[in-house]
């Protein structure tokens, strides 16, 4: 990107956190909020650091992790194992159980015993 420059200004005095200085400022449109841009040149004049920041990434040696999310996930095939009449006969042996199951007092704390 580029920007168009529309000139300088000259000798400008620049405080900043008790630093005082005068600067030859270059104007030119940014288009954006930013009143102001500051040059590294300038930073370095007003002790302003930019401290830990990577310079180069060396991709080859960083490890790299698998995307938890399945982006296909397996759809549910929704059939249900053995014959209507078999099912049936299943839940009949066990219904007794599930009801007493329902009637545990969920208070006790041997909950097993009392299943």
Known sequence: ????????INNVKVFYNNISLHH???IFDIQSKADI????????????????????WDDATLPTIEDP??????????????????RA??????????????????TVEDTFRHS
Do not use: W
Not at 49 to 56: A, S, Y
Not at 69 to 86: D, F, H, M, Q, R
Not at 98 to 106: E, H, R, S, Y
């Open 89 to 106: 006969q299943f839940l009949k042996n066990i219904e007794k159980d599930l009801i007493d199951n329902t009637n545990v007092d969920p």
């Open 37 to 56: 841009c500051i040059g590294l040149d300038l930073m370095f004049k007003l002790n302003i650091t930019i401290n830990g920041l990577v310079t180069h």
């Open 69 to 86: 999310i399945n982006p296909k996930p397996n759809a549910p095939s929704c059939k249900y194992y053995g014959t209507e009449s078999v």
């Open 24 to 26: 030859n400022f270059e």
């Open 1 to 8: 990107n580029s920007v168009d420059r529309i000139g300088f």
